[in-house]
């Protein structure tokens, strides 16, 4: 099983998706290595979220595989067929990969720290104690150690989006997805989040995957940057490049409109 | 005004209403139980992705349903004569009210966001663990002012167990009226003990709505 640093954390090999007749990705190949920091742009409805529910296994690709730190995910070739992978073993998978959502999705039946806690002791299986302390140094690196035994609806938007964050970052993920993890939140909220993010991107080593509309933020975390259209990567460049001197000219349509 | 109302018949049937009352109460408790657990179960069995099980399950919910409770009372008295027809009753009770409480339970589940189910397939969470832990908590909260309301209305049906011989409080009162010729007595005050005990307990289920809503 292949399994150092040179092995891709991701790997997408011609994957497809389709809703009805709407074809969202058609063959996408790409690779992000471990470590990476890979933001997607482009216009909405260009499959950039759906490349994260497809990691998540929140949604099933038509065609393809993906691959997670060289092993097939959702799908595998056998007997030359794509059958699809068991449940079990993609469970392996899955908790190996994290995913903050835009709308945070706290539990709301469960305090701030019932809720960091859940996946670590009915999934990984640690005992309570130390899910506990774990849990406690994470809100305490997310700014919210006061918070702890707060109901989620007590709090706001962005505190509630750094619990989730926080919640993603207890199972001690080796992937994390960011999807849109600012967009619903009043814009004053917004710059501790990504004050949280870019420490988190400062003192790990966590593969990151993130869709955004917030340009600066992107540059200033990401070592590349996806710009998507139609499915398809048009344009594939490190930040600064991409955000002052974009080749393809829908990337420079797109970055007129959003910049 | 002595012919219309006595209340020396009165005083003497009220003994034997409370007695029914307290019948009827317990029917309806036993047969809330069960509607309540059994309700949940066929509200989950339901949202299975696998159709030999929720097709047999769906088409069971569609026959009790769209049959009479006081047939299937009888009837199932009529197939279990060796058990006692209350507990009978309180099991087509519970049966019958399942179905309508499945409805409740299937509302509930439904009104827990998508995102919710979504936060634990990224945390991993078996489904299991997803129901117990994070849905069910959710969609039962919104279930229980229609929990109550079924409550109530099945608290109303429990006569029909007098078709199957269970003295409840309705029963009690017909072998009173039967038994000395005078039914305004024991009719009026078994209404008025059922209104004694469903209009506070509809007050209660209406102040949980409007604290759930």
Same mark, same amino acid.
């Given at each position: 099983?292949?399994?150092? =640093? $040179?092995?891709?954390?991701?790997?997408? &090999?011609?994957?497809?998706?389709?809703?009805? =007749?709407?074809?969202?990705?058609?063959?996408?190949?790409?690779?992000?290595?471990?470590?990476?920091?890979?933001?997607?742009?482009?216009?909405?409805?260009?499959?950039?979220?759906?490349?994260?529910?497809?990691?998540?296994?929140?949604?099933?690709?038509?065609?393809?595989?993906?691959?997670?730190?060289?092993?097939?995910?959702?799908?595998?070739?056998?007997?030359?067929?794509?059958?699809?992978?068991?449940?079990?073993?993609?469970? +392996?998978?899955?908790?190996?990969?994290?995913?903050?959502?835009?709308?945070?999705?706290?539990?709301?039946?469960?305090?701030?720290?019932?809720?960091?806690?859940?996946?670590?002791?009915?999934?990984?299986?640690?005992?309570?104690?130390?899910?506990?302390?774990?849990?406690?140094?994470?809100?305490?690196?997310?700014? +919210?150690?006061?918070?702890?035994?707060?109901?989620?609806?007590? $709090?706001?938007?962005?505190?509630?989006?750094?619990?989730?964050?926080?919640?993603?970052?207890?199972?001690?993920?080796?992937?994390?997805?960011?999807?849109?993890?600012?967009?619903?939140?009043?814009?004053?909220?917004?710059?501790?989040?990504?004050?949280? +993010?870019?420490?988190?991107?400062?003192?790990?080593?966590?593969?990151?995957?993130?869709?955004?509309?917030?340009?600066?933020?992107?540059?200033?975390?990401?070592?590349?940057? $996806?710009?998507?259209?139609?499915?398809?990567?048009?344009?594939?460049?490190?930040?600064?490049?991409?955000?002052?001197?974009?080749?393809?000219?829908?990337? &420079?349509?797109?970055?007129?409109?959003?910049? | 005004?002595?012919?219309?109302?006595?209340?020396?018949?009165?005083? /003497?049937?009220?003994?034997?209403?409370?007695?029914?009352?307290?019948?009827?109460?317990?029917?309806?408790?036993?047969?809330?139980?069960?509607?309540?657990?059994?309700?949940?179960?066929?509200?989950?069995?339901?949202?299975?992705?696998?159709?030999?099980?929720?097709?047999?399950?769906?088409?069971?919910?569609?026959?009790?349903?769209?049959?009479?409770?006081?047939?299937?009372?009888?009837?199932?008295?009529?197939?279990?004569?060796?058990?006692?027809?209350?507990?009978?009753?309180?099991?087509?009770?519970?049966?019958?009210? /399942?179905?309508?409480?499945?409805?409740?339970?299937?509302?509930?589940? =439904?009104?827990?966001?998508?995102?919710?189910?979504?936060?634990?397939?990224?945390?991993?969470?078996?489904?299991?663990?997803?129901?117990? /832990?994070?849905?069910?908590?959710? /969609?039962?909260?919104?279930?229980?002012?229609?929990?109550?309301?079924?409550?109530?209305?099945?608290?109303?049906?429990?006569?029909?167990?007098?078709?199957?011989?269970?003295?409840?409080?309705?029963?009690?009162?017909?072998?009173?009226?039967?038994?000395?010729?005078?039914?305004?007595?024991?009719?009026?005050?078994?209404?008025?003990?059922?209104?004694?005990?469903?209009?506070?307990?509809?007050?209660?289920?209406?102040?949980?709505?409007?604290?759930?809503?």
């Amino acid at each position: 099983m292949p399994d150092n =640093d $040179l092995t891709p954390a991701i790997e997408f &090999q011609g994957v497809g998706k389709r809703f009805g =007749d709407n074809v969202v990705l058609d063959g996408l190949d790409f690779t992000v290595a471990k470590g990476d920091r890979v933001t997607l742009i482009g216009p909405s409805g260009s499959g950039k979220t759906t490349i994260l529910r497809l990691l998540m296994t929140l949604e099933e690709a038509n065609d393809g595989l993906i691959l997670v730190d060289g092993q097939p995910y959702t799908h595998e070739i056998r007997g030359g067929r794509r059958v699809a992978i068991p449940e079990k073993r993609r469970s +392996l998978v899955r908790r190996r990969v994290g995913m903050v959502f835009q709308q945070f999705n706290l539990f709301p039946n469960m305090s701030v720290l019932e809720n960091i806690i859940e996946a670590p002791v009915h999934v990984l299986g640690i005992s309570r104690a130390q899910a506990v302390a774990r849990a406690e140094d994470l809100l305490e690196k997310v700014g +919210l150690a006061d918070k702890r035994d707060a109901r989620c609806t007590q $709090l706001s938007g962005g505190q509630q989006q750094r619990v989730a964050i926080a919640r993603a970052l207890a199972m001690e993920p080796e992937i994390l997805l960011l999807d849109e993890v600012t967009s619903a939140l009043d814009p004053e909220l917004v710059a501790d989040v990504l004050g949280v +993010l870019r420490n988190i991107a400062e003192t790990t080593d966590i593969t990151m995957l993130i869709v955004t509309h917030e340009m600066q933020f992107a540059r200033e975390v990401s070592n590349r940057v $996806l710009m998507f259209d139609g499915g398809k990567i048009i344009e594939e460049a490190d930040p600064e490049s991409i955000f002052t001197s974009p080749e393809h000219e829908r990337t &420079q349509e797109f970055l007129r409109a959003v910049l | 005004m002595n012919d219309l109302w006595s209340w020396d018949h009165a005083a /003497a049937v009220l003994p034997d209403l409370l007695k029914g009352l307290g019948i009827t109460v317990l029917a309806t408790v036993v047969g809330m139980i069960i509607a309540a657990v059994l309700g949940l179960v066929v509200a989950v069995v339901r949202r299975s992705r696998v159709r030999a099980v929720t097709m047999p399950v769906g088409f069971l919910v569609e026959f009790i349903r769209s049959t009479p409770l006081l047939v299937q009372l009888v009837f199932a008295n009529l197939m279990f004569t060796q058990f006692p027809s209350l507990a009978v009753g309180c099991v087509v009770l519970g049966i019958h009210y /399942a179905t309508y409480m499945s409805e409740v339970y299937r509302a509930g589940i =439904d009104a827990v966001p998508g995102g919710q189910w979504e936060a634990a397939v990224a945390l991993d969470l078996p489904r299991s663990r997803t129901w117990r /832990a994070v849905i069910l908590p959710q /969609a039962i909260r919104n279930t229980l002012p229609g929990l109550g309301n079924y409550a109530i209305s099945m608290f109303k049906e429990t006569p029909f167990l007098a078709f199957i011989y269970v003295v409840e409080m309705y029963a009690a009162a017909q072998a009173y009226g039967g038994a000395n010729f005078r039914y305004i007595e024991a009719i009026t005050l078994a209404g008025l003990l059922f209104l004694l005990v469903s209009y506070p307990t509809s007050l209660l289920v209406r102040r949980m709505e409007n604290r759930l809503a």
